[in-house]
């Protein structure tokens, strides 16, 4: 079945610094992926759609200049948290469309901001 | 919007024992639905999905649902369950429309002890 490579699977920062997390359709290509964001022990939240080529459209709360999402080719996704500070620690979550419309989902990168 | 609603947080059995995981939608004129699976610091793994036909949907591991438009259900069953299904399961709805991503409820943790 189709793959959807996350990385990392884990990082950890300090409190000010950026982290790029990168998303990957490896067998096939993705036109529009989606970032989740995880709390422990709760559901996943949309945070942005991504669209290869366009800018990302981001859900209602969710701060586009601290949240950067670029979606530069038909297989890569990338999110890049700026400034990032503790609040921002998180399991991170991108799913990418498939050309029949199913979503397939990557492994998660785990973020923890010292 | 749509919306999904997973009225149970927390569901403890016993190994061997029946579960049923109920989930909840919103209705709208088209739905589609999933179940995932996600195990500890891992991503999600899709059980099974209803997007046309029959209303009874079997998927992996044994877990089936049953898609009822007049009750806004789609429950997740398994006759019998075992140590290794322990993990937060997942009910999510979409309208499949293009670049619509999927909406999750807020979990239930399955906890199966001897």
């Known amino acids: 079945g189709a793959v959807v490579s996350q990385h990392p699977s884990r990082v950890i920062c300090k409190s000010g610094t950026s982290v790029k997390i990168e998303c990957r359709s490896l067998?096939?290509?993705?036109?529009?992926m989606f970032w989740y964001r995880q709390f422990p022990k709760q559901s996943l939240m949309l945070m942005a759609t991504?669209?290869?080529?366009?800018?990302?459209?981001?859900e209602q709360g969710v701060e586009k200049d601290k949240f950067l999402i670029n979606h530069a080719s038909l297989t890569l996704s990338t999110l890049t948290v700026t400034s990032a500070h503790p609040e921002d620690s998180s399991f991170y979550i991108c799913?990418?469309?498939?050309?029949?419309?199913?979503?397939?989902f990557g492994e998660g990168s785990r973020l923890t901001v010292l | 919007a749509q919306s999904v609603t997973q009225l149970d947080s927390q569901v403890p059995v016993f190994e061997e024992a029946p579960v049923e995981l109920r989930c909840n939608y919103s209705?709208?004129?088209?739905?589609?639905l999933f179940w995932y699976v996600q195990y500890p610091n891992q991503g999600l793994q899709l059980l099974l999905k209803?997007?046309?036909?029959?209303?009874l949907v079997k998927g992996i591991n044994g877990f089936e649902a049953e898609f009822n438009k007049s009750q806004t259900s789609f429950h997740l069953r398994k006759p019998s369950v075992h140590i290794s299904d322990t993990a937060e399961y997942f009910c999510?709805?979409?309208?499949?429309?293009?670049?619509?991503?999927?909406?999750f409820g807020k979990g239930t943790t399955l906890s199966v002890s001897s």
């Open positions: 209803y997007l046309s036909g029959s209303t």
């Open positions: 991504s669209n290869e080529g366009s800018k990302a459209t981001y």
């Open positions: 067998d096939f290509q993705a036109t529009t």
């Open positions: 999510a709805v979409t309208d499949n429309q293009a670049g619509t991503a999927l909406i």
């Open positions: 209705s709208s004129v088209s739905v589609y």
């Open positions: 799913s990418a469309r498939g050309h029949t419309g199913e979503l397939f």
